[in-house]
């Protein structure tokens, strides 16, 4: 029998996303839903995450947090998904997931909170500036369906999560290339799924 996922989230976190990523799979999981505040810092959900944030998976005896390293874990845990390309062709695959949590995910987090570094300050910061990690992101994405392969990806999932939040929320500016790109991946059956149990279907 393999061992259990146990997948602790909120349904108002970046937890979607690894719930995209356990639907698209197909595996059974049990889900654990953490509230933010007393319930994430308690003491048992401490020694899954000491960061007391989710989402976070415990796949048997193995704990892992941080939503890149999740998904990269799943893909490579259950192969028959196809979730990741052939090992020998991972270039553009970690490049764009690795972008994502490294990049993009900080430059949007600085924005919504309305700071961007100035031109002193541009070099302290791995992604430099919103909009360069934006205008990146565009050229990387434009005119593409697969982001690192000839077919649906991780990474696709990673970058079409955080680009459809971002919009969704107008956090990211709907720009054409953003909005193409997106479109099919969240028409995809498990993403329809994780927004029906979330209540967010609309």
Same mark, same amino acid.
């Given at each position: 029998?393999?061992?259990?996922?146990?997948?602790?989230?909120?349904?108002?976190?970046?937890?979607?996303?690894?719930?995209?990523?356990?639907?698209?799979?197909?595996?059974?999981?049990?889900?654990?839903?953490?509230?933010?505040?007393?319930?994430?810092?308690?003491?048992?959900?401490?020694?899954?995450?000491?960061?007391?944030?989710?989402?976070?998976?415990?796949?048997? /005896? @193995?704990?892992?947090?941080?939503?890149?390293?999740?998904?990269?874990?799943? &893909? +490579?845990? %259950?192969? *028959? =998904?196809? !979730?990741?390309?052939?090992?020998?062709?991972?270039?553009?695959?970690?490049?764009?997931?690795?972008?994502?949590?490294?990049?993009?995910?900080?430059?949007?987090?600085?924005?919504?909170?309305?700071?961007?570094?100035?031109?002193?300050?541009?070099?302290?910061?791995?992604?430099?500036?919103?909009?360069?990690?934006? /205008? @990146?992101?565009?050229?990387?994405?434009?005119?593409?369906?697969?982001?690192? &392969? +000839?077919? %649906?990806? *991780? =990474?696709? !999932?990673?970058?079409?999560?955080?680009?459809?939040?971002?919009?969704?929320?107008?956090?990211?500016?709907?720009?054409?290339?953003?909005?193409?790109?997106?479109?099919?991946?969240?028409?995809?059956?498990?993403?329809?799924?994780?927004?029906?149990?979330?209540?967010?279907?609309?």
């Amino acid at each position: 029998m393999a061992d259990e996922i146990v997948f602790y989230t909120n349904p108002q976190s970046r937890g979607l996303t690894t719930h995209w990523m356990l639907e698209e799979i197909g595996c059974p999981y049990r889900m654990e839903v953490k509230a933010y505040g007393p319930e994430m810092k308690a003491p048992d959900y401490l020694a899954i995450n000491p960061m007391g944030k989710v989402p976070a998976i415990k796949h048997g /005896d @193995t704990v892992v947090t941080e939503t890149g390293a999740i998904l990269c874990y799943l &893909a +490579d845990a %259950f192969p *028959a =998904a196809k !979730l990741a390309p052939p090992a020998g062709e991972r270039g553009a695959y970690y490049r764009w997931l690795y972008f994502i949590a490294g990049c993009a995910e900080p430059a949007m987090s600085n924005k919504s909170a309305g700071w961007d570094p100035n031109e002193e300050l541009q070099r302290r910061f791995g992604y430099g500036t919103y909009q360069l990690t934006m /205008d @990146t992101l565009e050229k990387a994405v434009a005119g593409k369906r697969h982001i690192a &392969a +000839d077919h %649906f990806t *991780a =990474a696709d !999932l990673f970058v079409s999560s955080f680009l459809n939040f971002g919009m969704m929320f107008n956090i990211i500016e709907k720009r054409p290339a953003f909005a193409t790109y997106v479109k099919p991946h969240v028409e995809r059956p498990a993403w329809q799924k994780v927004m029906k149990q979330s209540g967010m279907a609309g």
